[in-house]
Nanobody
Framework: QVQLVESGGGLVQYGGSLRLSCAVSEYTWLNYNIGWFRQAPGKEREGVSCISKVDDITTYADSVKGRFTISKDNAKNTIYLQMNSLKPEDTAIYYC??????????????????WGQGTQVTVSS
C-alpha cells in the first residue's frame, strides 16, 4: 500500500530554515521515486525537488537550487526537504508525492500517482 505522511511545516521568518519530512510505507520506499511539490494560493502546483528510488539521484527546481536539499533516511523510510534561506515566495502548502515511472525527474505533478495530505509553510517578511 502506498502511504505518504508529511510533517514539519510551520511559520518562519525571512531567511530562516525548516525541515519537512515525508514518512512513507515500506512498499512506497521500495517502489517509488519521491517528489516534493508546493502550491501557493491562486497558483498552480509547482515541482520543487525529487529523489530517485535507486541511487538517490536528485533534481531541483531553479527557484530552490542552492537553498533546498532533499535527502533520505533509509532506517526511517523518510524523505526530508531541508529548506534554508527561506523567502516569502516560498509560502505554500508542501506535498510529497510518489511516482513509479521514469519521468519523475521532470517534476510534473500529473506524473505522480500518490500524494500526501500536505503541510503548510509560511514565511514572514
Amino acid at each position: 500500500q502506498v502511504q505518504l505522511v508529511e510533517s514539519g511545516g510551520g511559520l518562519v521568518q525571512y531567511g530562516g530554515s525548516l525541515r519537512l519530512s515525508c514518512a512513507v510505507s515500506e512498499y512506497t520506499w521500495l517502489n517509488y521515486n519521491i517528489g516534493w511539490f508546493r502550491q501557493a494560493p491562486g497558483k498552480e502546483r509547482e515541482g520543487v525537488s525529487c529523489i530517485s528510488k535507486v541511487d538517490d539521484i536528485t533534481t531541483y527546481a531553479d527557484s530552490v537550487k542552492g537553498r533546498f536539499t532533499i535527502s533520505k533516511d533509509n532506517a526511517k523510510n523518510t524523505i526530508y526537504l531541508q529548506m534554508n534561506s527561506l523567502k516569502p515566495e516560498d509560502t505554500a502548502i508542501y506535498y510529497c508525492a510518489a511516482d513509479a515511472g521514469v519521468n519523475y525527474y521532470q517534476l510534473r505533478s500529473y506524473e505522480y500517482d500518490h500524494w500526501g495530505q500536505g503541510t503548510q509553510v509560511t514565511v514572514s517578511s
